[in-house]
């Protein structure tokens, strides 16, 4: 077990509700998201590809797969970070994200990085 701690990557995540680019009356909630990803580990790693699951106030489930993250692949060596920001539409003023990153070690390891999962919130919603 002591290889665990060779692919480590820790993941921060910072929601906002964009009330700019919302329309409440519509049943539209935008959100956007800052997450960084730090390698924790002792080898480099590279992102490959992320899946999002997107749960709204009502349970409905999106759900999303693709490569890289906003156009990155970012290979990050021990202690090195990445940060990004995406967004997200729900028709609900509240819901969740989670998910995790897959990645693929210098040494040849494939392993994935969860995402604890989020709240995405409107402001003034939840208690």
């Known amino acids: 077990m ?3 701690s060779k ?3 820790t993941i921060g995540t910072q929601p906002q509700f964009l009330d700019e680019q919302s329309d409440v009356e ?3 909630f935008v959100f956007a998201y800052t997450i960084s990803i730090r390698n924790t580990g002792s ?3 590279q992102l490959i590809s992320r899946h999002w699951v997107i749960t709204d106030g009502d349970g409905k489930v999106q759900e999303v797969r693709g490569l890289g993250v906003v156009g990155n ?3 990050l060596k021990p202690g090195e970070s990445f940060e990004y920001t995406s967004g997200c539409a729900l028709t609900t003023p509240v819901g969740t994200m989670r998910g995790c990153y897959q990645m693929t070690a210098e ?6 990085a969860p995402v604890a999962e989020f709240t995405l919130a409107m ?5």
Do not use: M
């Not at 402001?123 to 208690?127: A, E, K």
């Open 2 to 4: 002591a290889d665990a």
């Open 7 to 9: 692919y480590e990557i």
């Open 26 to 28: 519509a049943g539209r």
């Open 43 to 45: 080898v480099g790693a």
């Open 73 to 75: 692949q970012p290979f």
């Open 107 to 112: 040494d040849g390891t494939q392993f994935d």
């Open 123 to 127: 402001p003034r919603v939840l208690h």
